[in-house]
RNA sequence: GGGCGCUUAGCUCAGUUGGUUAGAGCGCGUGCUUCACACGCACGAGGUCGCAGGUUCGAGUCCUGCAGUGCCCACCA
């Protein structure tokens, strides 16, 4: 066993040295297992991080919280598959590489297609494994046999394949619509990759003369360069205003144009003038308005949001210049009427920032009302199960008001859409490879379809395409539906609903095996074609000023500077800690720092350990590392022959309980802090303390049982604080076995599990008023400036059953650990001396020859007698009351009943030693 | 416009189905070169649980209103 280990635990080399192990010894690697497997299966898809990705804290928590479930279900005999990968990521990839060629004065276009994605997949190669590589850093237990990327050529003909089924089964469709278009990006948007803002903008008010009258009708615009292209005006039906212009035309200014008056329930008489400008190729709303009364589309505005050659003098005006541009002209020719402050709307693209143009162009859209049907039933009736529980209604609040999903991307990195066009015919033919030949006509002269499907089109199907579909296999049968899914929220209808949709659409008439179903603790769903059968929502990580963290903001914190300062294992530490399930989490250094320490602390206790060791003969230390006992569920090899033995078995053994119940329910912070004080405030603080003398005696047996329950508990320790410290865990585990472990790593250990036998009640309570004693005595030394050294005598009056006996039997701890000597029992109550203390079960005299200030000694008396008696009154008046007797549960009543008498006899006691003071 | 959170010690946060005395870390004060650990040990100070009502025998916890604050969704010119 290591005899020079350094006073300070070094994370750096330690954690960089386990985490290639750990992937040179493919621990986490899971083989298919052949049919008649039993074991629980755990499956969990890795959320893949864009190739562009740089590792930050959303990912370091997301992470941090699956390899705590994965290692915890791994360690309790779970056969845990993790799946890792990286998400080609469309736009984002595709501007990374634009950047780099603007950098050599290219464009893309100079390149062309092809050359332009041979040139992304070389940067791909180059760089998209940073992230992963961030990840092997964190001690992900990933298997890395079957990392993934979404462009990889069997998850991409799978992707072909979904997008032929879904044509075929008349669930996607092409169409001429209104996009979200993005002019930076040059490419349309999904609704949901734009953020809307309000900003401070302008109201144009304009006046339409009516034709064939002096009458105006004034209308508001905060775009007015998109009056160009109206085609009509409409009133509501109801607005008695404009009843008399009823199947009139207005001119359109500047453009001179009739355009007609229109009734559509468009115009809402309450707002403004109750007419509005109806401009169906540049609006949302009125693309809907021209389609119901069969207006003209026109477009004045190009894909570089330039005006085009339909806004006559304005053409290749950009669109804020010709806005500009507008309202003067329109001010100078008295079509002007005000201008208004107003809050306007904004879109923003959510990549760029550039403000989104409302277009109209020709692009695939996917059906989604058919597949929301089957993805709302998985969640109503309960097939999966999304915590915290509040963001199930929130996904079902967007699920029943779905729009239909805009797939298709003017991009070139992505998926290309299965579809070529007949440059004769114009027949598409829709296909899994591609075709020679025109199915009409016969044509060989066809060309593929421009666009890119939306890279969530793709990652929507990872659950299932991961596992090898379109085929029908043996891992389906065994790893899907996959358990859990912990994601961010941010992501909830990017991805997590379109792949319960995928996965509810493609995966219907599934059945796991139904072994490992039973055995996994599914029996009970019906449903095998849902994607997981449970969902996380993680919080979000934000600055410790509660900022989101952003780079235009400046504001990030990096975690691999974080881990590079306090180590891997104190900053999962940390995001464990603060993970309460639904609030966020503000992240703050000087928590790292504090479990820092923590990992220092057990460092320590390993040394101390090794230290005790050391004067067992060598021959006995294999046998109480425990080699032959040990892979074992719970503490193996400990044998309680006192009470701190008992006690910390038993608050072992009730945390270990309590640890599997919290991450259960996902509870992390709570697991984490448990461990914490168990790990500190119990077993360093009380009982290494409380078995020091049993280490240095000079009989060799006690010696031999003392580190070898020191052993004993440590081991199983170091166990159940694994999954959320796996580092130092495993280099610790692996010193004690010296090299001769029973398992390869302590990750394939047995997660320790509570021996409900082993809570000791009557071990926990005499430990308690063990502990009163001796914090009493430490606290009246402490008020009464004895030095430290100096041994005090000390006299107990005991009362309560067997009290008097637990402290004699534990004699030499309250010595050692109060430094006192002459520990002395007597017969009556010590009501008379100052230097006292009083509790239910013993009043303490801390005999001293001091001056005792009696002015001070009363003063202090006071002080302890007034929240007692406080509280006496409130228990008394609290009992008085025939209802709460009456109605509370008998176990309340009696619990302030037996404080109320404990109260009272303090109470007495404090009283008395007022009175012999005078 | 709709929806959802948050407000507890100087700071950052816990406190599941209402139940006896509201906790932690950091910071702060006092004292310790105690032979595992100063990334430590011991002891301590510090809270009208945002405000106002209500339900209840009992409210940090449930309800209503108000005030701050943050987020998400939304095609109102």
Same mark, same amino acid.
């Given at each position: 066993?290591?005899?020079?280990l350094?006073k300070?635990?070094?994370?750096?080399?330690?954690?960089?040295?386990?985490?290639?192990? +750990?992937i =040179?010894?493919?621990?986490?690697?899971?083989?298919?297992?052949?049919? &008649?497997?039993?074991?629980?299966?755990?499956?969990?898809?890795?959320?893949?991080?864009?190739?562009?990705?740089?590792?930050?804290m959303?990912?370091m928590?997301?992470?941090?919280?699956?390899?705590?479930? /994965?290692? +915890?279900?791994?360690?309790?005999?779970?056969?845990t598959?993790?799946l890792?990968?990286?998400?080609h990521?469309?736009?984002?990839?595709?501007m990374?590489?634009?950047? *780099?060629?603007?950098?050599?004065?290219?464009?893309?276009s100079?390149?062309?297609?092809?050359?332009?994605?041979?040139?992304v997949?070389?940067?791909?190669?180059?760089?998209?494994?940073?992230?992963?590589?961030?990840?092997?850093?964190?001690?992900a237990?990933v298997?890395?046999?079957?990392?993934?990327?979404?462009?990889?050529?069997?998850?991409?003909?799978?992707?072909?394949?979904?997008?032929?089924?879904?044509?075929?089964?008349?669930?996607?469709?092409?169409g001429?619509?209104?996009?979200?278009?993005?002019?930076?990006?040059?490419?349309?948007?999904?609704?949901?990759e734009?953020k809307?803002?309000?900003v401070?903008?302008?109201?144009?008010?304009?006046?339409?003369?009516?034709?064939?009258?002096?009458?105006?009708?004034?209308v508001?615009?905060?775009?007015?360069?998109?009056?160009?292209?109206?085609?009509?005006?409409?009133?509501?039906?109801?607005?008695?205003?404009?009843?008399?212009?009823?199947?009139?035309?207005?001119l359109?200014?500047l453009m001179?144009?009739?355009?007609?008056?229109?009734?559509?329930?468009?115009?809402k008489?309450e707002?403004?003038?109750?007419a509005v400008?109806v401009?169906?190729?540049?609006?949302?709303?009125?693309?809907?308005?021209?389609?119901r009364?069969?207006?003209?589309?026109?477009?004045?505005?190009d894909?570089?949001?330039?005006m085009?050659?339909?806004?006559?003098?304005?053409?290749?005006?950009? @669109?804020f210049?010709?806005?500009?541009?507008?309202?003067?002209?329109?001010?100078?020719?008295g079509f002007?009427?005000?201008?208004?402050d107003?809050?306007?709307?904004?879109?923003?693209?959510?990549?760029? &920032?550039?403000?989104?143009?409302?277009?109209l162009?020709?692009?695939?859209?996917v =059906?989604?009302?058919?597949?929301?049907?089957?993805?709302? #039933?998985?969640?109503?009736?309960?097939?999966?199960?999304?915590?915290?529980?509040?963001?199930?209604?929130?996904?079902?609040?967007?699920?029943?008001?779905?729009?239909d999903?805009?797939?298709?991307? !003017?991009?070139?990195?992505?998926?290309?859409?299965?579809?070529?066009?007949?440059?004769k015919?114009?027949?598409?033919? /829709?296909?899994?490879e591609?075709?020679?030949?025109c199915?009409?006509?016969?044509?060989?002269?066809?060309?593929?379809?421009?666009?890119v499907?939306?890279?969530w089109?793709?990652?929507?199907l990872?659950?299932?395409t991961?596992?090898?579909w379109?085929?029908?296999?043996?891992? !389906?049968?065994?790893?899907?539906?996959?358990?859990?899914?912990?994601?961010?929220?941010e992501?909830?209808?990017?991805?997590?609903?379109r792949?319960?949709?995928?996965?509810c659409?493609?995966m219907?008439?599934?059945?796991?095996?139904?072994?490992?179903?039973?055995?996994?603790? +599914?029996?009970?769903?019906?449903?095998?074609?849902?994607?997981?059968?449970?969902?996380?929502?993680?919080?979000?990580? @934000?600055?410790?000023?509660?900022?989101?963290?952003?780079?235009t903001k &400046?504001?990030v914190?990096?975690?691999?500077?974080?881990?590079?300062?306090?180590g891997?294992?104190?900053?999962?530490f940390?995001?464990?800690?603060?993970a309460?399930?639904g609030?966020?989490?503000?992240?703050?250094?000087?928590?790292?720092?504090?479990?820092?320490?923590?990992?220092?602390?057990?460092?320590?206790?390993?040394?101390?350990?090794f230290?005790n060791?050391d004067?067992v #003969?060598?021959?006995?230390?294999?046998?109480?590392?425990?080699?032959e006992?040990?892979?074992?569920? &719970?503490?193996?090899g400990?044998?309680?022959?006192?009470?701190?033995? @008992? +006690?910390?078995?038993?608050?072992?053994?009730?945390?270990?309980r309590?640890?599997?119940?919290?991450?259960?329910?996902?509870?992390f912070?709570?697991?984490a802090?448990?461990?914490?004080?168990?790990?500190?405030?119990?077993?360093?603080?009380?009982y290494?303390?409380?078995? =020091?003398?049993r280490l240095?005696?000079?009989?060799?047996a006690?010696?031999?049982?003392?580190c070898?329950?020191?052993?004993?508990?440590?081991?199983?320790?170091?166990?159940?604080?694994?999954?959320?410290?796996?580092?130092i865990?495993?280099?610790?585990?692996?010193?004690?076995?010296?090299?001769?472990?029973?398992?390869?790593?302590i990750a394939l250990?047995?997660?320790? *599990?509570?021996?409900?036998k082993?809570?000791?009640?009557?071990? #926990?309570?005499?430990?308690?008023?063990?502990?009163d004693?001796?914090?009493?005595?430490?606290n009246?030394r402490?008020?009464?400036?004895?030095?430290?050294k100096?041994?005090?005598?000390i006299?107990?009056?005991?009362?309560g059953?067997?009290?008097?006996?637990l402290i004699?039997?534990?004699?030499?701890?309250?010595?050692?650990l109060?430094?006192?000597?002459?520990?002395?029992f /007597?017969?009556?109550?010590?009501?008379k !001396?100052?230097?006292?203390?009083?509790?239910?079960?013993?009043?303490?005299?801390?005999?001293?020859?001091?001056?005792?200030d009696?002015e001070?000694?009363?003063?202090?008396?006071?002080?302890?007698?007034?929240?007692?008696?406080?509280?006496?009154?409130?228990? #008394?008046s *609290?009992?008085?009351?025939?209802?709460f007797?009456?109605?509370?549960?008998?176990?309340?009543?009696?619990?302030?009943?037996?404080?109320?008498?404990?109260?009272?006899?303090?109470?007495?006691?404090?009283?008395? !030693?007022?009175?012999?003071?005078?």
């Amino acid at each position: 066993m290591p005899h020079d280990l350094p006073k300070a635990y070094e994370p750096g080399a330690i954690e960089a040295r386990w985490a290639e192990y +750990w992937i =040179k010894e493919k621990l986490f690697s899971v083989p298919t297992p052949p049919p &008649g497997e039993t074991r629980p299966v755990f499956t969990l898809l890795l959320p893949p991080p864009n190739v562009t990705g740089r590792l930050h804290m959303g990912h370091m928590l997301n992470q941090t919280q699956m390899d705590i479930i /994965v290692r +915890w279900h791994r360690m309790r005999g779970f056969l845990t598959l993790w799946l890792p990968g990286t998400d080609h990521a469309g736009i984002a990839t595709q501007m990374m590489v634009e950047r *780099q060629l603007a950098k050599e004065g290219k464009k893309r276009s100079d390149l062309g297609r092809e050359a332009f994605i041979e040139r992304v997949w070389e940067w791909k190669r180059h760089y998209g494994g940073a992230i992963l590589d961030q990840m092997k850093r964190l001690g992900a237990s990933v298997d890395w046999d079957r990392e993934y990327f979404t462009m990889d050529e069997n998850l991409s003909r799978a992707v072909r394949e979904v997008f032929v089924r879904l044509y075929e089964e008349g669930l996607i469709y092409r169409g001429k619509y209104i996009v979200n278009w993005c002019p930076r990006c040059e490419t349309a948007i999904s609704d949901l990759e734009v953020k809307h803002e309000e900003v401070p903008g302008k109201l144009y008010e304009i006046r339409y003369p009516v034709i064939g009258s002096s009458e105006f009708i004034t209308v508001a615009t905060t775009r007015p360069e998109t009056m160009l292209g109206d085609t009509a005006v409409a009133v509501n039906e109801a607005d008695e205003r404009y009843r008399h212009l009823r199947g009139k035309s207005v001119l359109l200014p500047l453009m001179k144009r009739e355009i007609p008056i229109i009734l559509d329930e468009l115009a809402k008489p309450e707002f403004g003038t109750g007419a509005v400008k109806v401009t169906p190729a540049h609006d949302a709303n009125d693309f809907q308005a021209g389609l119901r009364h069969n207006l003209p589309q026109i477009e004045v505005i190009d894909e570089h949001a330039r005006m085009n050659e339909n806004a006559g003098v304005y053409a290749r005006l950009d @669109r804020f210049v010709a806005r500009e541009r507008i309202v003067e002209d329109l001010q100078a020719q008295g079509f002007l009427v005000g201008v208004k402050d107003y809050v306007v709307p904004l879109g923003k693209c959510d990549r760029c &920032g550039t403000v989104v143009e409302p277009r109209l162009s020709t692009q695939w859209f996917v =059906k989604i009302k058919p597949l929301a049907e089957h993805a709302i #039933e998985a969640v109503e009736k309960g097939e999966i199960t999304i915590v915290p529980e509040n963001y199930k209604q929130i996904y079902l609040n967007w699920m029943n008001n779905i729009y239909d999903w805009c797939i298709s991307r !003017q991009l070139w990195w992505g998926h290309r859409i299965p579809v070529w066009h007949c440059g004769k015919c114009k027949t598409m033919v /829709v296909a899994r490879e591609a075709p020679t030949k025109c199915t009409n006509c016969g044509s060989a002269d066809l060309q593929q379809d421009t666009d890119v499907l939306d890279t969530w089109f793709s990652s929507g199907l990872l659950p299932f395409t991961t596992l090898g579909w379109p085929e029908k296999t043996r891992d !389906q049968e065994v790893f899907y539906p996959t358990a859990l899914l912990i994601t961010a929220y941010e992501i909830l209808f990017f991805w997590v609903a379109r792949m319960i949709m995928f996965g509810c659409h493609f995966m219907a008439g599934h059945h796991q095996d139904p072994l490992i179903k039973q055995a996994s603790g +599914w029996a009970d769903k019906k449903d095998d074609s849902v994607p997981f059968r449970n969902v996380y929502i993680h919080a979000l990580v @934000r600055d410790a000023e509660r900022q989101k963290m952003s780079k235009t903001k &400046g504001n990030v914190i990096d975690p691999l500077e974080i881990i590079e300062q306090f180590g891997t294992d104190a900053t999962r530490f940390t995001l464990a800690a603060m993970a309460a399930p639904g609030t966020d989490i503000a992240f703050n250094e000087s928590r790292t720092e504090g479990y820092r320490a923590f990992a220092n602390k057990i460092w320590n206790v390993a040394r101390f350990m090794f230290m005790n060791l050391d004067r067992v #003969e060598a021959s006995l230390r294999p046998a109480l590392a425990g080699s032959e006992t040990r892979p074992h569920m &719970g503490v193996a090899g400990f044998e309680p022959t006192t009470l701190e033995d @008992r +006690w910390i078995l038993s608050r072992f053994n009730r945390v270990a309980r309590d640890v599997a119940s919290e991450l259960e329910d996902y509870r992390f912070h709570e697991a984490a802090n448990g461990i914490y004080d168990f790990f500190w405030g119990e077993f360093c603080d009380w009982y290494l303390e409380l078995i =020091k003398p049993r280490l240095n005696s000079a009989d060799a047996a006690e010696v031999r049982t003392a580190c070898g329950n020191l052993v004993s508990l440590f081991e199983a320790a170091l166990r159940l604080l694994h999954p959320i410290m796996p580092f130092i865990t495993e280099e610790i585990w692996q010193a004690i076995y010296e090299g001769r472990p029973p398992v390869k790593s302590i990750a394939l250990a047995a997660y320790p *599990q509570a021996d409900e036998k082993q809570i000791d009640l009557a071990a #926990e309570t005499d430990m308690a008023v063990l502990q009163d004693l001796i914090v009493s005595v430490r606290n009246l030394r402490a008020e009464l400036k004895i030095e430290p050294k100096m041994r005090v005598p000390i006299e107990i009056y005991a009362h309560g059953n067997g009290t008097r006996a637990l402290i004699e039997q534990n004699r030499g701890a309250v010595e050692r650990l109060a430094t006192v000597e002459k520990l002395a029992f /007597v017969e009556s109550s010590l009501a008379k !001396q100052t230097g006292a203390r009083s509790t239910a079960r013993f009043d303490l005299h801390v005999v001293y020859e001091r001056k005792i200030d009696v002015e001070t000694e009363r003063k202090r008396l006071r002080r302890d007698l007034e929240p007692v008696e406080k509280e006496i009154q409130n228990k #008394e008046s *609290q009992l008085g009351k025939e209802q709460f007797v009456a109605k509370a549960p008998a176990h309340v009543v009696e619990g302030l009943r037996k404080r109320l008498e404990e109260l009272r006899i303090l109470r007495d006691k404090l009283k008395r !030693q007022l009175d012999e003071l005078g």
